[in-house]
T-cell receptor, first 111, second 115 residues
């Protein structure tokens, strides 16, 4: 099955700096890559996603890039704010299959 | 906005007891997932349903765990007997099926503590 690896496991940045989280996947059939944000005690919520036919997608301060050849995708958060502090999960999905999640990155934005 | 409903939110049970969790997916979502999330880790799939059929239960410890979705709508996950190592967050998610960029919507989860 698919194997998703996520790095780093923890990340601390100063408010206003950028944060980058990287994931790799193993199955070239994966065609959809969502990113979820999970605040303490709350459900994971989708913040951005990308399909395999797109190389980059941006939504305000959040962007995701995908390199299909290298089988990796990254989450970029610019101008970080304290409310960005949470655990972020990447996932890889194959149509008709399941979501395979990374192990999560705990992001702390220091005011 | 439609949400995935789960109950209970919290459950404390003694080891060797039986425990059950309930999930009601977003209306019309044919695909339902049960995930287990241990603190500090990513969600791991236990079982996936497509309508009332099990698509994948390869990671479900079938000697103690069971799951059903009899009418293809809501679902129940049961553990009997519970063990200390079962303490975790149990997340239910649902999605529309068959589309490439189908988003999975998660419920609030049930936090299980086995004592």
């Amino acid at each position: 099955g698919e194997n998703v690896e996520q790095h780093p496991s923890t990340l601390s940045v100063q408010e206003g700096d950028s944060a980058v989280i990287k994931c790799t996947y193993s199955d070239s059939a994966s065609n959809y890559f969502p990113w979820y944000k999970q605040e303490l005690g709350k459900r994971p919520q989708l913040i951005i996603d990308i399909r395999s036919n797109v190389g980059e997608k941006k939504d305000q301060r959040i962007a995701v890039t995908l390199n299909k050849t290298a089988k990796h995708f990254s989450l970029h958060i610019t101008e970080t704010q304290p409310e960005d502090s949470a655990v972020y999960f990447c996932a890889a999905y194959i149509t008709g299959n399941q979501f395979y999640f990374g192990t999560g990155t705990s992001l702390t934005v220091i005011p | 906005e439609a949400e995935v409903a789960q109950s209970p939110r919290y459950k404390i049970t003694e080891k060797s007891q039986a425990v059950a969790f309930w999930c009601d997916p977003i209306s019309g979502h044919a695909t339902l997932y049960w995930y287990r999330q241990i603190l500090g880790q990513g969600p791991e799939l236990l079982v996936q349903f497509q309508d009332e059929s099990v698509v994948d239960d390869s990671q479900l410890p079938k000697d103690r765990f069971s799951a059903e979705r009899l009418k293809g709508v809501d679902s129940t996950l049961k553990i009997q007997p519970a063990e200390l190592g079962d303490s975790a967050m149990y997340l239910c998610a649902s999605s529309s099926s068959g589309r490439v960029n189908t988003e999975a919507f998660f419920g609030q989860g049930t936090r299980l503590t086995v004592v």
